[in-house]
């Protein structure tokens, strides 16, 4: 049975395309995927992780790596956008921006985890604090059957770029370094911020969701 993943990978998506590439390629690439009928009925609840899969796979046959990459680092951007506009409530993103990096970024990352099935669907995240930080997804839908010499979960990373950008530190960077598309056994993301924010890293155990 297939998982499911948050509505923000497909109607993001869509949002970038439009803004970038214009109504008809938007169509274009999600009639590729089988997926028009999101156009017309924008998704507001938790979609078929399968339907992600096939979007991103789109995009890359459609666009070309380098076209989709862009397309799927906008979707991230506002991706991140909507959930600290909607989904992370105002309290919390002042106490993590009141607490020094360290401990915002563990205290962002433990929120993450408890909400990472929205992003893993039928796969499996890990996290692990610290500076840099890692999180990990075994069966990310991102790329789920694709084939690269290179990561493509792009989306993903500037998703969590942006929220560390807003509430850890402007400085922070975040980097797929392993990607199942590539044979590896999991999508790994690599999160690092300025040592001058930065206090000591805290080196303990994963927190794991999914």
Excluded: K
């Amino acid at each position: 049975m297939n998982g499911q993943v948050g509505p923000n990978a497909i109607t993001r998506v869509a949002e970038a395309l439009r803004a970038h590439r214009g109504e008809r390629v938007c169509r274009e690439v999600f009639a590729r995927a089988g997926l028009t009928h999101h156009l017309e009925h924008p998704p507001s609840r938790m979609v078929d992780e399968a339907d992600v899969a096939a979007l991103q796979a789109a995009l890359r046959e459609a666009l070309g790596d380098a076209h989709a990459a862009r397309i799927a680092r906008e979707a991230g951007r506002l991706t991140g956008d909507y959930l600290l506009a909607h989904r992370i409530p105002r309290p919390v993103q002042w106490l993590i921006r009141a607490l020094p990096a360290r401990l915002g970024a563990r205290l962002l990352l433990a929120s993450i985890a408890r909400h990472g099935w929205t992003f893993a669907g039928s796969g499996r995240m890990r996290v692990t604090p610290g500076n840099p930080a890692r999180l990990e997804i075994a069966g990310c839908p991102l790329c789920r059957g694709a084939r690269s010499a290179h990561p493509v979960c792009d989306l993903y990373a500037v998703t969590l770029e942006r929220l560390f950008h807003r509430l850890v530190d402007p400085g922070t960077v975040v980097r797929e370094t392993e990607c199942e598309a590539m044979g590896a056994p999991g999508c790994r993301f690599i999160i690092a911020w300025t040592a001058e924010r930065a206090v000591a890293s805290y080196h303990g155990p994963g927190l794991e969701a999914g």
